[in-house]
Nanobody, 126 residues
Framework: QVQLVESGGGLVQAGGSLSLSCAAS????????MGWFRQTPGKEREFVAA??????????ADSVKGRFTISRDNAKPTVTVYLQMNSLKPEDTATYYC?????????????????WGQGTQVTVTS
């Protein structure tokens, strides 16, 4: 059974840090690139960060570059993807989603992602 479960969201003051985790269980996740997206009410889901299957090349949205870091641990049977978020800003407030493609290389394209978690809320207060 394919399952992505995010954790680590919460409430933090501007300038603070949070670390999100995504546990991916099911076949072949160690072969797939994964990413994080975020969404606020009334807006489209926005790309945040992505990592290739081997914890190699990574990609970031310009809005988070230098502040967020994506990484992954391919230890079986569960692949875990992390998003370390530093220097948080109120505009980072959103529901954050973990997602997986079915390709090796990382992607910034929403349409490339096949599997999605349920989301975790991040709220940054000023």
């Amino acid at each position: 059974q394919v399952q992505l479960v995010e954790s680590g969201g919460g409430l933090v003051q501007a300038g603070g840090s949070l670390s999100l985790s995504c546990a991916a269980s099911g076949p072949s996740f160690n072969n797939y690139s994964m990413g994080w997206f975020r969404q606020t009410p009334g807006k489209e889901r926005e790309f945040v960060a992505a990592v290739s299957r081997s914890d190699g090349p990574t990609y970031y949205a310009d809005s988070v570059k230098g502040r967020f870091t994506i990484s992954r641990d391919n230890a079986k049977p569960t692949v875990t993807v992390y998003l370390q978020m530093n220097s948080l800003k109120p505009e980072d407030t959103a529901t954050y989603y973990c997602a997986s493609t079915i390709r090796f290389s990382a992607s910034v394209d929403y349409s490339e992602y096949r599997y999605w978690g349920q989301g975790t809320q991040v709220t940054v207060t000023s």
